[in-house]
């Protein structure tokens, strides 16, 4: 299953560390679901789900600080018996002391934010969908064409490196060259770049290059949705190439049909030029012109004139 631990997540976001569980890299989160456990607090813990990250926000803050001392430890220590991953508070809120004794006496993370309780959950849950969303690696060059992302792929050593840097000379933007991470968030594919690896490009006989160095910042983005696949492939004289462009082929990836392109390479063909057409084309298309049934009306209205002009 999908999942990302405690100790990711502190990495990941600005959290102030109250307590750090000694165990951080073996609790592992599988859901994006939180719970605000009020209830808990007031001694109610049927359907209580004990493997959500718990948010004690303003109102059950409020609620602790107005108990008495030893009702509040009670309350407090029930919590914390559970198998909570973890449990933060927002608003910048105090932690109460016993509250940091019951945390080292049962090994739980507390953590705290300055965020109000709304804000602090949006993030969070945007973050574990993120992190739990299904991913896959894929072995090509993710860029950004007039806006569109694109996903080139081909065979080793077919050229997909040189058509990519010929495409950000002319001021498109790289996502993440050889080995693009893509993930499904709500029926759409985004792929980014390994962090390791991030605005770097390996070009053959001339070894790696900093694409944000070389061409500046507005060379590069973190991350791009796919919309369009690019297959680069040897041209082959016993294929049937598409050569109208009425509808596009789809391929699916984790599920989402994506329009793909075959464009076979030969020797004089300008391949970064045949990509930025390919692109504009399918940015018509999207917008409700396609050429080539626009063409094809042309010609079906030029054989009824000629038809009629042939009947009078």
């Not at 109610?44 to 600080?65: D, K, M, P, S």
């Not at 430890?73 to 508070?89: G, M, S």
């Not at 969303?133 to 065979?155: F, K, N, Q, S, W």
């Amino acid at each position: 299953m999908i999942n990302f631990t405690v100790e990711e997540l502190i990495e990941d976001m600005d959290y102030e560390i109250v307590h750090q569980a000694d165990n951080i890299k073996d609790i592992k989160i599988y859901t994006s679901e939180v719970n605000r456990p009020g209830l808990q607090l007031c001694g109610y813990y049927g359907q209580f789900v004990a493997n959500r990250i718990q948010v004690i926000g303003g109102a059950e803050w409020h609620y602790l600080n107005e108990l008495d001392p030893h009702k509040r430890l009670a309350r407090e220590e029930e919590l914390l018996k559970k198998k909570i991953p973890l449990l933060i508070i927002t608003r910048g809120n105090k932690v109460f002391d016993e509250l940091k004794d019951l945390a080292k006496k049962y090994n739980r993370t507390i953590l705290r934010t300055q965020d109000s309780t709304s804000r602090a959950i949006n993030k969070l849950i945007n973050y574990m969908d993120q992190a739990l969303a299904p991913t896959i690696r894929c072995h090509g060059i993710l860029l950004d064409v007039y806006g569109v992302g694109v996903l080139i792929r081909g065979e080793s050593g077919i050229g997909k490196s040189e058509t990519a840097i010929d495409l950000i000379e002319k001021g498109h933007k790289l996502i993440s060259d050889d080995s693009v991470i893509i993930k499904r968030l709500e029926g759409r594919l985004v792929g980014t770049s390994p962090p390791i690896t991030r605005h770097f490009m390996e070009i053959r006989g001339v070894g790696i290059v900093d694409v944000q160095r070389l061409f500046g910042i507005g060379s590069v983005m973190e991350e791009k949705e796919i919309e369009v696949l690019i297959n680069l492939e040897h041209w082959d004289q016993n294929r049937d190439y598409d050569r109208l462009g009425i509808e596009y082929e789809t391929e699916a990836l984790l599920g989402v049909e994506i329009p793909r392109m075959d464009i076979p390479l030969r020797t004089g063909r300008n391949t970064a030029v045949i990509l930025e057409i390919a692109i504009r084309n399918f940015k018509q298309k999207e917008l409700g012109y396609n050429p080539a049934l626009a063409l094809n009306n042309k010609i079906m209205e030029s054989i009824k004139s000629k038809k009629k002009g042939g009947r009078s």
